[in-house]
Each structure stands twice: as C-alpha cells, then as structure tokens.
C-alpha cells in the first residue's frame, strides 16, 4: 500500500534542529550566485513563511530579523530592507496560519502568494527610496514560482514527521 500524504495524517512534533537545518539550507540557497536571476523564489521568505505558518510557537519575528539581517549583508542591500520585509511575512504568516492551514494545500499555494508579492515588493520599494534602479519586471516573478513550489516545499518539510502508515505493535510511537 502506498503511503498518502493528505493533511488529514496525524503529524509527529517538529524538531527544532530540523526547523533550523531548513532554515539554513533556505538561507545558503540564497546565497548562491543563481539567486538574482529573474524568477528564482528567495528561499528563505519561502522557508520562513512556511515555518511561520506550521510553527508560529517557534518560528516568527525574532528568526526573521535573523535571516533578514544575514540576507542584508550578503546581498550588500540596503541595512534592513530584508529584515523589514521578513519580519512583517513572518507576523502575517503567523496572523493568518489557522486560516491557511483549514485549505487544501494546492489552495493555501494560493493564500500564501500575496504574502510574498507583499515581501518583494516591501524590498522593492525600499530599495527604489534609497535610489538603486529598478531591477524590472522579473523581480517579481519570483513569488509567483515560490507558490507554485509550496506544494513540493510541504512535502518535503513535513516528511520527517510523518507516521509510518503500517502500525508496529513493538514501536511507541
């Protein structure tokens, strides 16, 4: 039988090295060269948002300040602009996960791309304010390829604490 991967599966707790070691990973995704091109999703808004949304406990404003702030000074931007932009997507998220979480998830792809238009444009208009060029229209496409990607992004973030679907009578749990 093949296991399903509906949002109706009791889910195990997070741990708090894997919220972390995503975190990270989103934010070294970043930093690759790869990630100005036009249409690359900003991993870490999209990881953030995620957590924000699934564990606003654990993941909110402070670790935005963190990633935007590190987004900051590896992008050599405007001191805050990132920081800005993720701590008001991270409060948002959080304001607004029990609502999300009530969707299909095909649907809260939907419900999360106005949240990271409203980051990229944050950023963008910060940005122009302090006088840089427009970057153009493919600044933001992103977001819209951020939530198309929400779908795999779930999947993978909640596979570690999915059940295993055949029960064994010798394990806890």
Do not use: K
Not at 68 to 77: C, S
Not at 124 to 149: C, E, Q, V
């Amino acid at each position: 039988m093949q296991p399903t991967f509906s949002s109706s599966r009791i889910l195990l707790p997070v741990r708090p090295w894997f919220i972390i070691l995503s975190l990270f990973v989103a934010l070294l995704m970043n930093f690759l060269p790869t990630s100005h091109w036009p249409g690359i999703p900003d991993w870490a808004a999209l990881v953030l948002c995620f957590w924000s949304i699934r564990e606003s406990r654990r993941v909110g404003m402070g670790w935005a300040f963190v990633l935007g702030l590190a987004m900051d000074v590896a992008d050599g931007a405007v001191l805050g602009q990132h920081c800005f932009a993720y701590i008001l997507l991270a409060y948002a998220a959080a304001a607004q996960s029990r609502r999300i979480l009530w969707f299909p998830i095909g649907q809260q792809a939907l419900q999360i791309l106005p949240l990271l238009i409203g980051c990229q444009v944050i950023q963008l208009t910060m940005r122009l304010m302090t006088g840089a060029d427009f970057p153009g229209w493919g600044f933001l496409i992103g977001p819209f390829i951020a939530a198309f990607l929400w779908i795999p992004a779930t999947f993978l973030l909640l596979l570690p604490q999915y059940q295993p679907v055949e029960r064994d009578e010798n394990r806890p749990l």
